[in-house]
């Protein structure tokens, strides 16, 4: 689980650690998608880890966007906005943050990205 929320670079592209498995890492970007890759083959971008949450013996990755995943299968959770669940999850990664917060989260990685 050591790498899982961490920002990468793979194909000049960003993306999630959102599972590992050995050699072998799972990322999820929303614009390019799920895809397993050597973890040699990404490189660590500058950004701060996304937040990891434990709950009810589970433990989840939360972006900056809201989005929650399974560090245990790598699966993006489909809850809906009211699941309570999901309001608890959030809640502890620091979800009563500002919009203003969450967009420099998202510009810092645009940022890093043009760099």
Do not use: C
Not at 57 to 83: C, E, H, P
Not at 89 to 111: D, W
């Amino acid at each position: 689980m050591r790498n899982s929320g961490l920002y990468v670079e793979y194909t000049h592209k960003p993306y999630l650690i959102v599972k590992n498995a050995g050699d072998y890492v799972h990322l999820n970007s929303p614009v390019h998608g799920r895809v397993k890759v050597l973890k040699t083959n990404v490189r660590r971008l500058d950004i701060p880890r996304a937040p990891i949450v434990e709950h009810k013996g589970k433990k989840y990755v939360v972006t900056a966007k809201g989005r929650i995943f399974s560090v245990l299968t790598g699966k993006q959770m489909k809850w809906s906005d009211d699941n309570g669940d999901r309001r608890d999850i959030l809640k502890a990664a620091g979800f009563g943050k500002t919009e203003a917060q969450l967009q420099r989260g998202v510009s810092a990685l645009a940022a890093t990205m043009a760099g």
